[in-house]
């Protein structure tokens, strides 16, 4: 088959990529030249394991090209993926769509043939139907378009297996559909042959799943970092705890991990625009708890600051402290929203001088917070620290080795933002080890 994605960053060109490698003619399109132009050579402009080999080997094979052209989209294919960005809007909540209305303006009166187009961008409920309204008031006599909406669930540092090996492929389409289904299965084909559940429901439920599947993970972990909380005023352990609650098959351990909390793209503004949305809609009742779970999501970067402070003996004012981490989470150069960016951030302006140090991140800190000390190697950012703070799991910190650690820094101090650490490793090594949910110094 043949199918245009527009809009090529994260997901558009996670998801041009992945549909090339399942055998289809695919054109990525954006306005950005430089992008375009960097895709086109085989480059991606951020990391993502495996996608570059993906990119590149369907590239050689002649299935994948990149274009700003619209005109070209318009006549490449029937099928038009719409990926482009659905940022927070400056000082609120809600969703910012110039860049989705944007794509039907420019597509729709280009058409000459019928065709869909469907969404994979995050979307607030009931956007679908307002982009086929649009759509039809602006398609040249003749030619009908479908909107359909097909949401995206990759997670960064998974995207490559999220797209060709997804959980499930859910499908929204229009009440007088008669395109959609048939095309995206046939476009889906090998996934579903490998048995990938695939529902089909209306616009609004599609929209829907994808909010809500991001509002239940956001709750799950603020849920295990409150009862943290408790653990810390108790003196119980929130690693053990999650084990057990973990077992429970209803419950389940993933995404029970207490540490910094959640950031990134996604959780966050979703979760906020959501609440914000459903305000709109008059549900604003249903959704109040996600106040609550953002609340208790950014509260767990103060105690961070507080527990980094009392490490350091009450006070961070001239501290020297090495901070393992600026992503988000491992396996990604991501630091939008990140707790382990912010809460460098929180030392520094406590007066302590920060060395961070990440495998991936470090180029994208470095623009966020300009004024933090960099280092180019984990046992770097620890010479003479006075506490070393891991702030993203990623397996280099987790495999540090105690003993050489303890060659460079001040004082043999440890702070385990993720629960990640071996602590028994550490301490049998003479180290004084804090974690946040469990006292273990
Ligand atoms: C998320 C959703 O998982 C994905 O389905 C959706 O398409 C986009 O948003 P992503 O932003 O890549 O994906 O991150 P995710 O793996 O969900 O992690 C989000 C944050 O939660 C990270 O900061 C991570 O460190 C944190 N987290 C995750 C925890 O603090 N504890 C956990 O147990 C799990």
């Known amino acids: 088959m043949r199918c245009t994605v527009i809009g090529t960053g994260y997901l558009g060109a996670t998801h041009a990529a992945g549909m090339a490698e399942l055998g ?62 659905t940022p927070q809007k400056k000082g609120e909540y809600a969703a910012d769509l110039r860049h ?10 280009r058409l000459t043939r019928s065709a869909v187009i469907a969404g994979k961008s995050t979307v607030p409920v009931g956007t679908a139907a307002e982009l086929a309204q649009r759509a039809t008031s602006v398609a040249p006599a003749g030619v009908d378009v479908e909107i359909a909406w097909n949401p995206e669930f990759l997670r960064e540092g998974h995207a490559v297996t999220d797209t060709l090996r997804p959980d499930r492929i859910v499908l929204g389409v229009q009440g007088d559909s008669a395109r959609a289904e048939a095309m995206l299965r046939e476009l889906y084909a090998p996934l579903l042959e490998n048995g990938v559940p695939f529902l089909v429901s209306d616009l ?62 996604c959780l966050p503004k979703d ?67 990140s707790p382990a960016l912010n809460v460098a951030g929180l030392l520094q302006l406590n007066g302590a001088a920060v060395n961070v140090y990440d495998p991936k991140a470090l180029d994208n800190a470095r623009m966020v917070f300009p004024t933090l000390n960099y280092a180019t190697s984990a046992l770097e950012a620890c010479d003479r620290a006075d506490a070393v703070v891991v702030l993203t799991e990623w397996p280099e910190f987790v495999d540090l080795a105690p003993a050489v650690l303890a060659e460079t820094v001040r004082a043999k101090v440890i702070v385990d933002g993720r629960n990640c650490l071996d602590i028994d490793r550490w301490r049998g090594a003479g180290w004084q080890v804090h974690c946040l949910g469990r006292r273990v110094a």
């Open 24 to 85: 289809h003619d695919v054109l990525g399109v954006d306005v950005d030249p430089g992008k375009i132009a960097k895709l086109a050579a085989g480059e991606i402009p951020f990391y993502e394991p495996g996608l570059r080999k993906m990119l590149r080997d369907n590239l050689d094979a002649g299935r994948l090209q990149f274009t700003t052209d619209y005109d070209e989209a318009a006549a490449f294919a029937d099928l038009h993926f719409l990926a482009v960005g």
């Open 100 to 109: 989705v209305y944007a794509v039907i303006d420019e597509l729709v009166p």
């Open 204 to 265: 609004q439920t599609a929209e829907l799943v994808k909010v809500s599947a991001n509002a239940f993970l956001a709750t799950k972990i603020s849920f295990i970092n409150a009862m943290a909380e408790v653990c810390e005023a108790s003196g119980a352990d929130v690693t053990v705890l999650a084990d057990a609650l973990g077992y429970d098959a209803r419950i389940g351990r993933r995404f029970l991990n207490a540490g910094l909390g959640f950031g990134g793209g």
């Open 271 to 337: 979760i906020r625009a959501f609440m914000a949305r459903a305000g709109e809609l008059g549900a604003n009742q249903a959704l109040t708890f996600l106040r609550e779970v953002d609340s208790i999501n950014m509260r767990r970067r103060t105690r961070m600051v507080e527990l980094i402070t009392s490490a350091c003996g009450g006070s961070l004012l001239g501290a020297n402290i090495a901070v393992l981490g600026a992503a988000f989470k491992p396996e990604s150069d991501d630091v939008r929203d």
